[in-house]
């Protein structure tokens, strides 16, 4: 079946330092890709997606780009905030359905 | 433009008790779907309603069960709760199916079970 791994946390940073987030898929069909965040007590907020193979999804700073070659689709985002604090997770679906598969989440903190 | 709405956002039960949660989509949107977050498992599938019909189930127990109504709202129920079920429940709602290819899902802030 469909899953989505994504690299363990929790990632510590400092402000304006680099961030990336590794996530792979394994997929049977062509599914589109997602990043979600999740800020502390909230719910999900769609942060960027990517529909096909060499999309590339970007957001508040936020970037990832759909690999089929190497199943990837990794966040980076060049200088965090403090505010960019928060877990975030990677999912895939297929077309019009509303089932995601998500991956374990990692936990960004981000400290001045 | 409202978001998704759920409630109640917090609720304690005991175990062998049920519970109904409630979701109102984002207007204009005709699918809801639901999920369950746990620390153990994650974020999963619980099943997805599409114009009053279930369209997609997840790998759950038939102790969880949900509908749709007509003007979209949807509730999800859970009878004879157990110790596991304690979660958050998140509600999702899209325009998938309405000829939308992607069909991004936007989701409510949850509704946190406390099983006890």
């Known amino acids: 079946g469909d899953s989505v791994t994504q690299m363990e946390g929790p990632v510590t940073l400092s402000e304006e330092a680099f961030l990336t987030i590794n996530c792979t898929y394994t997929a049977t069909g062509y599914p589109s890709l997602f990043w979600y965040v999740q800020y502390p007590g909230e719910g999900l907020q769609l942060l960027l997606k990517a529909t096909k193979a060499d999309d590339k999804g970007s957001n508040k700073g936020f970037e990832a780009t759909y690999r089929k070659e190497t199943t990837s689709f990794h966040l980076e985002k060049g200088s965090v905030q403090v505010s960019d604090s928060a877990v975030y997770f990677c999912?895939?679906?297929?077309?019009?359905?509303?089932?995601?598969?998500f991956g374990t989440g990692t936990r960004l903190q981000v400290t001045l | 433009k409202a978001g998704v709405t759920q409630t109640p956002r917090y609720l304690i039960k005991t175990r062998g008790q049920q519970v109904t949660l409630s979701c109102s989509p984002i207007s204009g949107h005709r699918s809801v779907s639901w999920y369950q977050q746990t620390p153990g498992q994650g974020l999963q599938f619980l099943f997805e309603y599409f114009s009053e019909t279930q369209r997609n189930k997840g790998n759950f127990p038939g102790r969880f069960s949900g509908r749709q109504f007509s003007n979209s709202r949807s509730e999800m129920n859970v009878s004879t709760l157990e110790l596991g079920d304690s979660a958050l429940y998140l509600c999702?709602?899209?325009?998938?199916?309405?000829?939308?290819?992607?069909?991004?899902?936007?989701f409510g802030e949850g509704s946190r079970l406390t099983v006890l």
């Open positions: 999912a895939l679906k297929y077309g019009t359905a509303s089932k995601l598969t």
């Open positions: 999702a709602s899209s325009i998938a199916g309405q000829g939308h290819l992607t069909g991004e899902l936007f």
